[in-house]
């Protein structure tokens, strides 16, 4: 019979007599060469796409019955996705070494694809990686998804935007709010998909704390004096002299400001001595410095709230009072020699 497959057994009989000659024919699966053991199947292997891997071994022929290890190899840049069998004892599925039984003709292929590319996770760098208040922060990103970036740092600080690429890379730059208490360690976060936080770097901030300078630092009542504060929160800033607001100002983004003031007088006394001037930023935090006041009677004549009257004047109400030699009644001024009643007229 050979060691090729055998696909019928035929039997031949002769059988003399009257009868003749009987021809008895046996199909496949009941084969003589399955019941002997000397008959083969033929496995035939292939990859798809030929060029995007291998398989082994070879395509040829197995003895009935036997089991045979296949295995799929992709070339670089390619991925196994799954075997395809045909034929009874083959094998289907994705596991790239397998086994076959050779019950019947197998055909074997390997199907392989382009590996996928790994997918790139967002990310941020910040140049430079401390500063004070001011400094001007580069921030690149990349694996971005192209659109709008939200860039954040802790309150102060205001909201910047960017815009990814197509190829999900942005770069931008930042300017370091004022009114940290650093040196501190700030997280600079970057946004996407309605708010969801995609990617985090730290920059540290050597700004000190709140902090003003007066200048001149001592003189008499209504002396102007020039304060400058450095690292507040942006916006609106009062400045007291003592326990009296004296002005306000506002402090830019990188938290300085300047202002002028004449110095008040300080209650209805002659005063000298140091009085703290604070300057507080609409977080709460504050700065301070001293001011010395030599004299409350800096000018010629009368010290009137923090205002200098002139010479002859008089003040009502911390309002100076034009050329009154006598009594000021309600802001007004009574002759001399005259009183001022209980009900707020001039009497003599």
């Known amino acids: 019979m050979g060691a090729t497959n055998l696909n019928t057994a035929v039997l031949a009989a002769m059988v003399l ?11 496949t699966p009941i084969s003589l060469c399955t019941q002997t053991g000397f008959c083969s199947f033929r496995l035939t292997m292939s ?12 395509t040829g022929y197995y003895k009935t019955f036997s089991s045979v290890t296949i295995k799929a190899t992709p070339q ?15 094998y289907t599925g994705n596991s790239q ?6 019950r019947s003709d197998i055909q074997e292929t390997a199907v392989f694809g382009p590996q996928a590319k790994p997918v790139a996770q967002p990310s941020i760098s910040i140049t430079p ?15 971005f998804q192209p659109g709008p970036v939200t860039i954040k740092l802790p309150d102060p600080q205001p909201v910047w935007t960017a815009t990814a690429s197509q190829t999900g890379t942005f770069s931008t730059t930042i300017t370091l709010a004022g009114g940290y208490s650093g040196p501190i360690s700030l997280t600079v976060t970057a946004y996407q998909n309605n708010g969801a936080v995609v990617a985090t770097a730290t920059f540290s901030d050597t700004s000190g704390g709140r902090a003003i300078t007066i200048s001149p630092a001592s003189g008499p009542v209504s ?6 504060g450095t690292n507040f929160a942006p916006g609106a800033v009062t400045v007291d002299f003592g326990n009296t607001l004296v002005t306000t100002a506002t402090a830019a983004l990188v938290g300085t400001f300047t202002t002028s003031f004449p110095v008040p007088q300080i209650g209805t006394s002659e005063y000298t001595g140091t009085v703290e001037v604070t300057a507080t930023d609409s977080y709460g935090a504050s700065g301070s410095a001293a001011f010395t006041i030599t004299s409350s009677s800096g000018c010629s004549g009368v010290v009137c709230g923090t205002s ?16 009154c030699s006598g009594t000021i009644c309600r802001g007004a001024c009574c ?13 003599t």
Do not use: E, H, K
């Open 17 to 27: 007599g009257t009868v003749g000659f009987l021809l008895v024919v046996f199909p």
């Open 47 to 58: 990859a798809y796409p030929a060029d995007n891997g291998s398989v082994s071994p070879a």
């Open 76 to 90: 670089s840049g390619y991925t196994f996705l799954r075997w395809t069998g045909t034929g009874t004892g083959s």
């Open 97 to 102: 070494t397998a086994t076959v039984i050779m």
């Open 129 to 143: 990686s401390s500063g004070p208040a001011g400094t001007v922060i580069q921030v690149t990103g990349t694996g």
């Open 223 to 228: 002396t102007t004096v020039t304060l400058t």
């Open 308 to 323: 200098c009257c002139p010479s002859g004047d008089t003040c009502s109400g911390n309002t100076c009072v034009v050329g």
């Open 335 to 347: 002759p001399a020699g005259s009183v001022c009643t209980s009900s707020g007229t001039c009497a």
